[in-house]
């Protein structure tokens, strides 16, 4: 039997509480592949929390390999930056080898995102102030510094998913002189103001959920999953 045709398949791992990934990506992937979700139980965005939620992730990502997807997307930031860039690869590799395919994790595709746009970052997260400093202590292990840092210290992500659009707007100014603008969580409905932010503040801006998303297209056209700088 002729194989049929069909579009790349993209497993996606999301914390139980998450809510905003499975509307965010499908549109950000725009048709070029069909999205798969499975979900590791989050009881806080805490490293507590999300140290627990890394248990379940390598049983939930070896059930993709019973549908062969293409690539496995990790889509929690903080869930990989905690640890640093080599816990980040270890997890992804042992993922990779359950699922039977490449793993893109946010957190790396969040800092290929930003080395493309310039050296000096305006972090802007919903984190309490541990995973924030973690976030910088990540990113300058991949050679780019924080300009300056603004968290709004939630831990229960249902707030995360809730945070307004007035909240995140005043979130992203700032004096400092950054080259991008991050917004990180995948968790955080950015995606209808990044072109407003961008404009307001004459930065480029980065989220999660777009980082991701080019990091997954990239995967899919060829790219390695994990670029370690």
């Known amino acids: 039997m002729a194989d049929v045709a069909r579009l790349p398949r993209v497993g996606i791992l999301i914390p139980s509480t998450?809510?905003?990934?499975?509307?965010?990506?499908?549109?950000?992937?725009?048709?070029r592949a069909t999205c798969h979700?499975?979900?590791?139980?989050?009881?806080?965005?805490?490293?507590?929390?999300?140290?627990?939620?890394?248990?379940?992730?390598?049983?939930?990502a070896a059930l993709f390999a019973d549908i062969n997807v293409d690539v496995v997307l990790f889509a929690c930031t903080s869930g990989t930056f905690i640890y640093g860039p080599e816990y980040e690869a270890d997890l992804a590799s042992?993922?990779?080898?359950?699922a039977g395919a490449p793993v893109v994790t946010t957190a790396n595709a969040m800092a290929?995102?930003?080395?493309l746009r310039g050296t000096?970052?305006?972090l802007r997260t919903p984190y309490d102030e541990a995973l924030t400093t973690a976030e910088v202590g990540y990113l300058s292990a991949h050679g780019?510094?924080?300009?300056?840092?603004?968290?709004?210290?939630?831990?229960?992500?249902?707030?995360?998913?809730?945070?307004?659009?007035?909240?995140?707007?005043?979130?992203?100014t700032g004096n400092d002189d950054a080259d991008v603008i991050m917004l990180s969580c995948t968790n955080l409905?950015?995606?209808?103001?990044?072109?407003?932010?961008?404009?307001?503040?004459?930065?480029?801006?980065?989220?999660?959920?777009?980082?991701?998303?080019?990091?997954?297209?990239?995967?899919?056209?060829?790219?390695?999953?994990?670029?370690?700088?």
Do not use: H, Y
């Open 144 to 172: 780019l510094a924080v300009s300056s840092t603004r968290s709004l210290d939630i831990t229960v992500d249902d707030e995360i998913a809730a945070v307004t659009a007035d909240t995140l707007r005043e979130l992203a």
């Open 112 to 115: 290929q995102a930003l080395a």
């Open 18 to 31: 998450d809510t905003t990934v499975e509307i965010e990506l499908p549109e950000l992937l725009a048709g």
């Open 37 to 60: 979700f499975a979900r590791m139980k989050l009881e806080s965005v805490t490293v507590e929390g999300l140290t627990a939620m890394e248990v379940e992730a390598l049983a939930e």
């Open 189 to 229: 409905r950015t995606l209808p103001l990044i072109a407003e932010i961008s404009a307001a503040t004459g930065l480029p801006v980065v989220t999660s959920n777009t980082a991701a998303a080019a990091r997954v297209i990239a995967v899919l056209g060829g790219e390695p999953a994990i670029s370690q700088r």
């Open 94 to 98: 042992r993922l990779a080898a359950v």
């Open 120 to 122: 000096k970052v305006r």
